[in-house]
């Protein structure tokens, strides 16, 4: 596990149960004490915790924490690869898809600048960048303000592009996702961006690992009978995707590949 993924994931552990031991990191992470020690050293440097006696104190109030975008295109990535695939199998030919900027949307970009007749709309200067060279992709990009640390478009632009859209599906990310709660983001200007999109399209799928569950983040979005379909990986809480079937919403498990990269791409 690289360094920032290593803080990454504290930071996750902190933001959940506001204090952990060193004993506890060193076992989680499985790296030695000395590897600990430096990772809170680095974090109490950015202002994240306060290391106390035998481990650490979290600064960060645990509904606004944000990993930043880089941070997250990291952090499990075979699980957002394995979402991805399963998503993939639902964009069909001749659609117009509008994919959210997200990390594990980004992971679905990929696997679409293949496609030879689509049209792609988004608000990800990063899946921009992985479809403008599919011969067969027709892409629209949403204008607006862009959140740097999140690679998000959003702002009055946005919106009114967003009012006068329809689409055949809306792919979206979630930064939290409780039964009871509903859907949630890091941020109110992306929540309102999300309930633009619920309006736009009939099918709206969510693509969610297994962390983001159950969980609330900051902004509050809406209920999670919102979504059409959610699609998470094979470490999801039994009982919440209990609860989200309950609330009509369609999961599906995706299920990790152990096959190379270059392997799967040639199956396809």
């Known amino acids: 596990m690289l360094a920032e993924e290593r803080k990454l994931r504290i930071r996750e552990i902190l933001s959940e149960q506001r204090t952990i031991t060193a004993a506890e990191l060193k076992q989680s992470l499985g790296v030695t004490a000395a590897t600990v020690r430096r990772d809170l050293v680095a974090l109490e440097s950015e202002g994240v915790l306060v290391r106390s006696h035998g481990g650490a104190v979290s600064r960060t109030p645990s509904t606004s924490f944000q990993p930043s975008y880089d941070a997250l295109t990291q952090t499990n990535l075979p699980e957002k690869k394995a979402i991805a695939r399963e998503a993939e199998r639902l964009i069909l030919e001749g659609e117009t898809v509008f994919l959210e900027s997200s990390t594990t ?146 999961v599906k498990i995706a299920q990790k590949s152990h096959l190379p990269e270059r392997a799967i791409l040639h199956e396809r």
């Open 105 to 250: 949307v980004h992971e679905l970009a990929k696997l679409l600048h293949r496609r030879t007749r689509l049209t792609i709309i988004t608000n990800s200067p990063a899946t921009l960048s992985q479809v403008q060279y599919g011969p067969g992709v027709t892409v629209l990009c949403v204008g607006g303000n862009l959140i740097k640390e999140n690679c998000y478009l959003s702002g009055m632009w946005a919106h009114r592009i967003l009012q006068e859209i329809r689409v055949d599906k809306v792919i979206l990310g979630l930064s939290g996702l409780d039964p009871d709660y509903g859907i949630s983001t890091a941020n109110h200007p992306e929540a309102e961006i999300k309930r633009l999109l619920m309006k736009i399209s009939k099918t709206r799928i969510a693509l969610a690992d297994s962390s983001k569950f159950p969980k609330q983040a900051f902004a509050y979005v809406g209920p999670i009978s919102d979504l059409t379909m959610l699609i998470t990986d094979a470490g999801a809480d039994p009982e919440s995707v209990k609860q989200i079937r309950q609330a009509g919403v369609e």
